[in-house]
C-alpha cells in the first residue's frame, strides 16, 4: 500500500445459512451481511520483539500512563487474578517489564479489575488506582491506591480513605466533581450478593477521601462505569453504564452538586460507550458496543483444527443433556475443565464410549481407533450427571453434558459451568449443539448523533451494521489523520474471539467497514477484554493494543487461558497532526473534564479530557487530532474545569504541546 492509500472496494455476497448453528466456517453467525468493504492498511502488529509478546493467560484491560515523565505513554496490564505488569516504553516500540523496580509483589495479586492513571495529588506524577472484586459478591478485599514516588509506587488507598473493602467493583473514574481543583474517584462496582452496599463516590479533600451518596444518585446498585463527555455543548455530561431491569444508561448534568439526571436518549443494552462529534458540527455524539449473551452451550474456534465449548446448566434445564457435535477423522486431545462451581466435575464423572470408562485425567486424547469409543455410554446422558463422550458415526463425535438435580433444581441463582476444548490432528467440521440453539452474539452497535442537545438513533445509515459483530469493547480516534473520528470495535463472543471491527469515518459521520481491520483484525485465540488507544511511538499517529484474555464470568478459565495483548502500530500517511498534554493550575493538574476545540481549514475538532477511561481500558489521555493537508493550526480553544477560556493562534503542526492553564 503506498502512502496515498488507494482504497479497492470488495464486494462481498452473504451466505444463505447465516442462522445455522454450525461453526464449520468462522463467523457464520453473524446476523448482518458483508457488503462493501474497504480494504487498506492502517495498522501492522508490532506485539514481537516489542517486549509485550511474553505474556499468556488472563486479562483484565489496560491503562497508558506516562509514570516516569519522559513524554512516552507506558502500560499497565491487571492480568485479573495472575499478578499485575507495569511495562516501562523505552522509545521505538519497545517496552521493559518493571514491575518488580516499583511495586511490591504482595501488592499486585488479588482479584484484579480495572485500573486508571491519575496525577490526584496534583505533584506532577502519575498515580495509579486499582480496583478489586470482594469475594465473588459476598467478601472483602480492599482497593489499592499507588502514590507515585518516582522511585516506588506506595499503596495509601486506605490510609487515604479508598480501600473500599466491601466494594464489588469494576471500573475507576477520576473526575473533580465539585471543581474545587482536586480529583475525585469514582469507583464503578456490580451489587453485592447480600445486603451491603459500598460506596462508589470519594470526595477529596487536603489529600483525604470521604465517601459520598450525594454526588450521583443512580437507579441501580450496579453502576459499572462512566465517562466523561459533553453532549450540550456547555459542561462535561457523565455517562454511566448500570445494570438494572429497566435501565441501561443514566446521563448526569454536572455542574451542580448533586448531578441532575438528564433523559437524553433511550435506553439500550451495550458493552461499551465511545464518544466522539463524528459528524464535525460542534457536538459529542454516541456509539455503543453491544453482543448478546450466549445460550446454554457456546463456541469459540481458534483455529480449523480447535474449538472450546462451555456448556452451562441450570434450574432451566437441570437433569436434560446438553451439549454439541462435530467432525473430525483426526487423533484429539480433549481438555474437560470446571468453569464453576471448581468441582463441578471429576475424572470419573467423564464418561467415554459405548462402555463408559473414565479417561484417569483431565487431560485425555481419543481417536477413531480408542477401542470402545463407539456410541455413546450404556447408561443415557441424563440420567447420571457427568460429561459423556462418544463417536455416534464415522468421524461424527457427540459431547453431552448433564447437571446434578439436587445442586441446582429450585434454586434460581446457582448453575454448573462445564469448559471441554477439543484439538485435532485434522480438521474440525459441523460444529453442532445438540439439544439447545446457538444464540447469535452478534448485535447491532447503536449511532446517537446529537441533534441540538437530543441523541437521536442514526445507526441504519450511516454504515456502522454493514458487518454485525459481538462488540465487546470500543475506541474513537482519528486514526487516519483526515480530521474526522473513526471507530475501532473489538470483537469476541463469551467463548471466542472474533475478527476486529474497523469503521472508517468519511468525515460526514457515515462509516465504511475496513476489510480486516485495517490490519488489526487479530486472532481467535482467547476471548476479546479491552482495546486502548496511545500513540506509544510518538509519530502523530494513534496506535492500538489488544487484551484477548477475558476472563469474567463465561469466559473465565479455558477460554481466556490463551489470551494474549497485541500491539498494533498505525503505519501512517502523509497526513499532519497536533497532540495535547494539558496541565491545570486552578484546574486538575491532569485538566481532567477540560475540552478543547482545534480550528484549522474551516474546520473545528472537539475534545473532552475524558481521563481516556472507558470499559476495562484506559487510552492515553493525550489529545491527538489529525490535521490532514494543514500545516497549521489557526486556532485553539480551551475551556478548562475552572471556567478559563484559553486561547492560542497560528500554532504549526506535528508536534507533542503541552499547554498550561492560564491564570
Known amino acids: 500500500m503506498n502512502s496515498e492509500k488507494k482504497i479497492a472496494i470488495k464486494k462481498m455476497i452473504c451466505g444463505s445459512s447465516l442462522r445455522r448453528a454450525s461453526l464449520a466456517t468462522p463467523m457464520i453467525l453473524l446476523a448482518g451481511c458483508f457488503s462493501q468493504e474497504k480494504t487498506l492498511t492502517l495498522f501492522q502488529d508490532a506485539t514481537t520483539n516489542s517486549g509485550l509478546e511474553a505474556y499468556v493467560g488472563m486479562t483484565h484491560g489496560a491503562a497508558w500512563g506516562d509514570f516516569d515523565g519522559d513524554g512516552l505513554p507506558d502500560l499497565y496490564v491487571t492480568n485479573h487474578l495472575s499478578d499485575a505488569k507495569l511495562y516501562r516504553n523505552l522509545g521505538k516500540g519497545r517496552f521493559a517489564d518493571v514491575t518488580g523496580k516499583f511495586f ?38 480492599p482497593k489499592r491506591l499507588f502514590v507515585n514516588h518516582g522511585d516506588k509506587f506506595e499503596d495509601v488507598a486506605a490510609a487515604v480513605g479508598v480501600s473500599n473493602p466491601y466494594g464489588r467493583t469494576r471500573m475507576p473514574l477520576w473526575y473533580d466533581f465539585n471543581r474545587d481543583g482536586r480529583l475525585d474517584l469514582f469507583e464503578g462496582a456490580e451489587s453485592r450478593f447480600d445486603n451491603i452496599e459500598p460506596p462508589f463516590i470519594f470526595l477529596q479533600q487536603d489529600g483525604k477521601f470521604t465517601a459520598s451518596t450525594d454526588v450521583l444518585k443512580f437507579a441501580s446498585k450496579s453502576p459499572i462505569f462512566c465517562i466523561i463527555t459533553e453532549l450540550d455543548n456547555s459542561h462535561p455530561d457523565l455517562a454511566c453504564r448500570v445494570s438494572s431491569h429497566n435501565r441501561a444508561m443514566q446521563v448526569f448534568d454536572t455542574t451542580k452538586v448533586p448531578a441532575l439526571e438528564v433523559d437524553l436518549l433511550p435506553q439500550t443494552a451495550y458493552e461499551d460507550i465511545a464518544a466522539g462529534d463524528f459528524d464535525n458540527d460542534g457536538k459529542i455524539d454516541l456509539y455503543l458496543a453491544r453482543k448478546n449473551p450466549p445460550g446454554p452451550v457456546a463456541f469459540g474456534q481458534t483455529g480449523s483444527n480447535e474449538i472450546i465449548a462451555d456448556v452451562r446448566n441450570d434450574y432451566a434445564n437441570v437433569g436434560k443433556p446438553a451439549g454439541f457435535s462435530f467432525r473430525s477423522s483426526g487423533q484429539l486431545t480433549f481438555r474437560v475443565a470446571s468453569a464453576w462451581p471448581a468441582d463441578a466435575v471429576s475424572a470419573d464423572r467423564i464418561h467415554l464410549g459405548k462402555r463408559g470408562t473414565h479417561p484417569g485425567d483431565f487431560k485425555f486424547s481419543l481417536s477413531p481407533k480408542t477401542p470402545g469409543i463407539a456410541d455413546m455410554p450404556a447408561n443415557e446422558p441424563g440420567k447420571q450427571p457427568g460429561v459423556y463422550i462418544g463417536m455416534t458415526a464415522p468421524g461424527k463425535w457427540e459431547v453431552r453434558v448433564t447437571a446434578p438435580r439436587e445442586a441446582l433444581a429450585g434454586d434460581k441463582s446457582k448453575y454448573q459451568q462445564i469448559a471441554v476444548k477439543v484439538t485435532s490432528s485434522e480438521a474440525i467440521t459441523e460444529l453442532e449443539a445438540i439439544d439447545h440453539a446457538v444464540k447469535a452474539e452478534e448485535a447491532p452497535g447503536r449511532l446517537f448523533m446529537n441533534r441540538g442537545g437530543k441523541l437521536v438513533d442514526e445507526s441504519d445509515k450511516r454504515g456502522i451494521n454493514e458487518r454485525v459483530v459481538a462488540g465487546t469493547n470500543v475506541v474513537a480516534g482519528d486514526f487516519d489523520n483526515d480530521m474526522d473520528v473513526d471507530l475501532f470495535v473489538l470483537a469476541s463472543g463469551d467463548i471466542g474471539k472474533q475478527e476486529n471491527l474497523l469503521l472508517l469515518n468519511r468525515g460526514d459521520g457515515h462509516f465504511d467497514v475496513v476489510s480486516k481491520a485495517g490490519g488489526a483484525a487479530g486472532s481467535r485465540a482467547g476471548v476479546g477484554d479491552s482495546v486502548t488507544t496511545a500513540d506509544f511511538d510518538g509519530d502523530g499517529f494513534l496506535d492500538l493494543f489488544a487484551a484477548t484474555g477475558g476472563s469474567m464470568g463465561r469466559s473465565l478459565g479455558l477460554p481466556s487461558e490463551n489470551g494474549t495483548y497485541r500491539l498494533y502500530r498505525n503505519v501512517g500517511n502523509g497526513n499532519h497532526w497536533l497532540e495535547i498534554d494539558l496541565e491545570g493550575t486552578t484546574s486538575n493538574r491532569d485538566g481532567i473534564g477540560a475540552v478543547v476545540r482545534v480550528s484549522a481549514g474551516g474546520v473545528t475538532q472537539i475534545r473532552v479530557q475524558d481521563g481516556g477511561v472507558h470499559e476495562r481500558g484506559q487510552n492515553h489521555q493525550r489529545l491527538h487530532f489529525g ?9 485553539i480553544e480551551i475551556r478548562w474545569p475552572s471556567g478559563v477560556v484559553q486561547e492560542l493562534r497560528n500554532v504549526g503542526a506535528n508536534k507533542i504541546m503541552q499547554i498550561k492553564e492560564s491564570k
Not at 627 to 635: I, M, S
Open 104 to 141: 511490591v509483589p504482595q501488592d499486585l495479586a488479588g482479584d484484579k479489575h480495572g485500573a486508571a492513571w491519575a496525577d490526584f495529588d496534583n505533584d506532577g506524577r502519575q498515580d495509579l488506582v486499582q480496583l478489586t472484586g470482594a469475594g465473588r459478591g459476598v467478601g472483602t478485599e
Open 627 to 635: 490535521l490532514a493537508k494543514h500545516t497549521q493550526v489557526d486556532k
